[in-house]
Structure formats: structure tokens, C-alpha cells
């Protein structure tokens, strides 16, 4: 325990050592250098007069969202409908795609650890570190703006997502019932109908439900790249600063988002 | 399914696996509701094939640019992106944990007073119910376009994500310690220090290294509307049709989120 002496020589108790105490003061004054340095470097094409100029900006802003302009939710309806869709086909259709790569890439499911392995987690990788907007960007340039892009866009995001978490709840199930299947004579895929797949469908339930949950968010953002939905609303009504069309779209799209966070939550609690 | 799903061999009526959900009504609608919402859905996406067709060809094109990425002749455009993303991370997540360790104190139910309490916890629902996109794009039309705009959107998206975290956290700790700091005679302050800071630490840490991460992805989008960052580049780049340089880019964007995820784990299992 480190302990150093006062000046009347009694012992005082001291939460670190002399030299952790360095050692931390080191870490914080470096972590602030590295702060300032990247402030620097951030601001240093900063037009500061637009930043002063921004409470004005945002009071006017705001005086021009409310209030909200109600006759143009009967506009929203059918993108509406369309971000649904392209929320709830976008996972079907990653689920598709996600489930074998998922048992390719569990270490217990997979046909050879050396090859196909590494070749699913890459593909698993890519398809997480690529946000949903940016697969839309560039499906649109690819197959053109629409519906279909977005859904093509949400599946290959959700890709990773599902198959990591499926795939991790693949590695950790119980091996003796799959012996215990094997052990009757069954055949490989038979194993994987009785042993393996009894004990992830909660799971894999769960997962899909909270993925389809986060695509409903970022369904409603994708128009903004021109795939599709109430985004697309969205840009145009910014596109002519007209701000009170924008509120209204706002509280549409917040709330989706609620609806659909409290059907997930109700369903994965009915679940576990 | 009735009683056959218990395991008895009855003769002539083999075993079959308990279905998932075990009602059968609900079953059934639950079917039959998916299979006509699937039909009314895919009925009304119209997917232009010819269009898709057409774009395959440039599908192709892209995954050539992908698989032959061009660093060189966009690289200063690659390296300003890079710098206004990375900074932009670091600040955001400095100045959004700054903000957050009091907001998320606050926000926890067992040592805040219940104003305190109520105010806290909607500063986190505000920040929480709109995606990082749509806070982009108002923050761009106060303070202007570029990096600034972006290291705002991020630091408050920040906030709600890590004060919520951590106010769960304190909720969560043991509260025999901070019975013995109070049995003491340890103030307000003298508990936070004491009793509830040493057991939330490592996962604050924890915590903050994955909203690091998630910064850095998140800087990769928002400059689609125009918030600075690798994202502008990679805008222009898709929509000059530059798909060598645009495949380049996302090369850089995956190898970096690997990297990160790889070290912000492993310095995880380390403090933990």
C-alpha cells in the first residue's frame, strides 16, 4: 500500500505511488496536447464569423420550425409506407444472406477454419464498418435512385450486425445435445435441425427484432442519398427552407422511431 | 399443437418438434399477417429493371474500383478528409464525455435529487430520439458548413449515449460501499469519489474508447450533409463517378474501424 510520511513523520495513507501518480499526470497532459492539437487542426478553415453568427441563425431557424405545418402529414403517408418497407423487407432479405454466413463463420459450424472462415469475417466486417447511408450512396449511383436501393442498402448493412451476434450465439451453445443427436445416427443436417437450431431461435429471434428496430431509424434518413422513403421528403422541403414542412417530418419520423423501439422492446421481453 | 408435443411414441404418430410458438392461433395469424403484408409490400415497390440492369454493368465497375483501389490521384483530397474525420473524432468524444460524466451523475436515480433527475434524463432523450444525420444537418445550417458543424453533432450525440450508460452504471453499483463511506461521515461529493467512481471507472473507460469508435464511423456519414470529414470526399468522389478513388477510400475507412474495434477491445479486456 503506498504510503508516504508527513512532515510530522506519521504515516499517511495515499491512494497511488509517487511514480503512478507520474505516470497518470503524463497520460492527462498528453491526452490534453492531443486535444488542442486536433482543435487546432479541426478549426483552422473555420469561417468564425458563421459561428458567431449562429445563436441568430438558430433563433431564426427556429421561429421559422414552429409552428409546424400540419396539412402536409397527408403527404407523408405513403413514404411513410415506403420506409416501412424498406426497413422490415431490407431485414428480411439480410436474414437470408446473413444466416449461412453466420454458420460459416461460427468455429464449431464451419467447414474449414482456415479458409472460409477469415472469408466470412471479412465480409462481416465490411458490411459493419459501412454505414447504411453510405452503402445508399453508392446503390443509388449504381442502380438508381428508389425504394429498391434502400432495401438493397439496409440488407447489406444488417448483414454484419445479424451474422456477428448470430454467430457468436452459434459458438456458445451446449455441445451435448448436439452429441447427443449425433449419437442417434443423424446425418450433418439433421444435427444442425435438432441440435443447433432449437437453442439459437431465441437468439436469432432477438436479433432480428432489435435489427429491425435500428433499420426503422435509418430507413428514415435514407432519401437523404435519394434511396427512397419519408428521407426524401426530407430533402426536399430543406432543399426550399421550408422549415415548418421539415418539423412536421421530424416528429413523424420521431414517432416511428418510439413505435417501433416499444414493439422491439415487447417483443425480445416476451422473448426472453 | 397439442399434447403430441410431449415426447411420447404413440404408435403410427412419430414425435415432432414443439414449434416455436407454441399458440397455435396466434401462430397462424401471425403467419397469414406476414404473408399479406409481404405481398402488399412487394406489390407496391416498383424497381425499374431495366435501370437495375443497366447498372450492374457499373456495379461491376465499382467492385473493379474496390478490388483495384486508386490511392493517388484524389490523395490530398484523402488526406484533408482523413485529418478533418480524425480530429473531429477525438475532439467530439473529449468534449462529449466532459459534458456527459455530469449529465450522467445526474441522471442516476439512486444519488440525484428528482429535479435534477427529471432534467437530466430528457437532455438524454432529446439527444437520443434523432439519429447523428438529422442533427448534422440543422447544426450545418446554424454554424456553416465544415468540420465544426460535425465535432457538435457528435459531441451531442455523445451525450446521450454515454451519460445514459453511465447513469444505468451507477444505478447498478454496490451500494455497501457507499453505505460505508456515508457511515464515515463522507459528504455528496465524498461518495461520488469514493464510493461510486472507483466501481464505474474501468467501464466509463470502456465505454468511452467504443463511442471513440462509433465517432469515427459516424464522422464517415455526416459529411454527406456537409459536416466535414471523409465523408465529403467520399461523396464527391462517388458522384464524379470515381469509383477507384471511392473504393480507396472505403479500404481506408474499414482498415482504420478494424484497427480501432481490434485495439479498443483489447485495451477493454485490460482494464476490465
Known amino acids: ?272 | 399443437m397439442t399434447s403430441s408435443s410431449v415426447a411420447s411414441p404413440v404408435a403410427g404418430r412419430p414425435w415432432r418438434k414443439r414449434p416455436f410458438i407454441v399458440n397455435a392461433r396466434l401462430r397462424w395469424s401471425l403467419y397469414l399477417g406476414s404473408l399479406l403484408y409481404l405481398v402488399l409490400a412487394i406489390s407496391s415497390v416498383s424497381v425499374n429493371w431495366s435501370r437495375v440492369w443497366e447498372g450492374l454493368d457499373r456495379g461491376w465497375r465499382f467492385v473493379e474500383g474496390f478490388l483495384v483501389p486508386d490511392f493517388a490521384s484524389r490523395w490530398g483530397d484523402i488526406v484533408i478528409g482523413m485529418q478533418e474525420s480524425l480530429t473531429m473524432t477525438l475532439t467530439s468524444t473529449v468534449v462529449g464525455i466532459l459534458i456527459s460524466v455530469p449529465i450522467g451523475i445526474g441522471a442516476a436515480r439512486n444519488i440525484a435529487p428528482a429535479p435534477v433527475y427529471a432534467v437530466c434524463r430528457s437532455i438524454i432523450a432529446l439527444s437520443r430520439s434523432f439519429q447523428e444525420i438529422i442533427v448534422a444537418i440543422l447544426f450545418v445550417a446554424m454554424f456553416g458548413f465544415g468540420p465544426l458543424a460535425g465535432f457538435l453533432t457528435l459531441s451531442f450525440a455523445t451525450i446521450g449515449f454515454l451519460s445514459k450508460l453511465l447513469a444505468e452504471d451507477i444505478e447498478d453499483i454496490d451500494e455497501a460501499q457507499a453505505e460505508a463511506v456515508r457511515a464515515t461521515g463522507g459528504g455528496w461529493w465524498q461518495i461520488v469519489n469514493y464510493a461510486i467512481q472507483p466501481q464505474v471507472m474501468p467501464r466509463l473507460i470502456g465505454l468511452s474508447l467504443y463511442r471513440l469508435d462509433i465517432n469515427f464511423r459516424e464522422s464517415a456519414v455526416i459529411g454527406i450533409v456537409g459536416a466535414g470529414g471523409i465523408g465529403a470526399t467520399l461523396n464527391t468522389a462517388i458522384d464524379r463517378y470515381e469509383y477507384d478513388t471511392a473504393g480507396a477510400i472505403l479500404i481506408i475507412i474499414i482498415l482504420i474501424v478494424m484497427v480501432s474495434e481490434y485495439s479498443s477491445g483489447y485495451v477493454r479486456k485490460w482494464v476490465q
Request: glycine share 8%; aromatic share 12%.
Open chain 1, 1 to 272: 500500500m503506498p504510503i508516504s510520511k508527513s512532515e510530522t513523520g506519521v504515516p499517511v495513507w495515499q491512494h497511488r505511488t509517487s511514480k503512478a501518480n507520474l505516470i497518470l499526470w503524463v497520460g492527462w497532459l498528453a491526452l490534453v496536447a492531443l486535444f488542442v492539437f486536433c482543435w487546432q487542426v479541426m478549426t483552422q478553415d473555420t469561417i468564425w464569423y458563421f459561428v458567431y453568427d449562429a445563436p441568430r441563425q438558430a433563433a431564426d431557424i427556429t421561429s421559422r420550425m414552429f409552428p409546424p405545418k400540419w396539412g402536409y402529414i397527408s403527404e407523408l403517408w405513403w413514404p411513410l409506407w415506403d420506409t416501412l418497407n424498406i426497413a422490415t423487407l431490407g431485414t428480411l432479405l439480410a436474414i437470408i444472406l446473413s444466416v449461412p454466413v453466420a454458420f460459416l463463420a461460427a468455429r464449431n459450424t464451419t467447414p474449414s477454419t482456415r479458409f472460409v472462415r477469415p472469408v466470412a469475417l471479412f465480409v462481416i466486417v465490411s458490411s459493419r464498418s459501412i454505414n447504411a447511408l453510405i452503402w445508399g450512396l453508392l446503390l443509388v449511383a449504381v442502380i438508381g435512385p428508389g425504394v429498391f436501393a434502400g432495401i438493397i442498402a439496409i440488407a447489406l448493412r444488417s448483414i454484419g450486425f445479424i451474422s456477428k451476434l448470430l454467430y457468436e450465439a452459434i459458438e456458445e451453445i451446449d455441445t451435448t445435445q448436439v452429441e447427443a443427436i449425433n449419437a442417434t445416427g443423424a446425418s450433418g443436417l439433421q444435427t444442425l435441425d435438432y441440435g443447433i437450431v432449437p437453442q439459437i431461435l431465441p437468439a436469432f429471434a432477438g436479433i432480428t427484432v432489435f435489427r429491425w428496430d435500428i433499420n426503422i431509424r435509418e430507413s428514415t434518413v435514407l432519401g437523404l442519398v435519394g434511396a427512397g422513403g419519408i428521407g426524401l421528403k426530407l430533402q426536399a422541403s430543406i432543399n426550399v427552407l421550408a422549415w415548418g414542412q421539415v418539423t412536421t417530418i421530424f416528429l413523424v419520423i420521431l414517432g416511428t422511431v418510439l413505435v417501433s423501439e416499444w414493439v422491439s422492446a415487447k417483443v425480445r421481453h416476451s422473448l426472453i
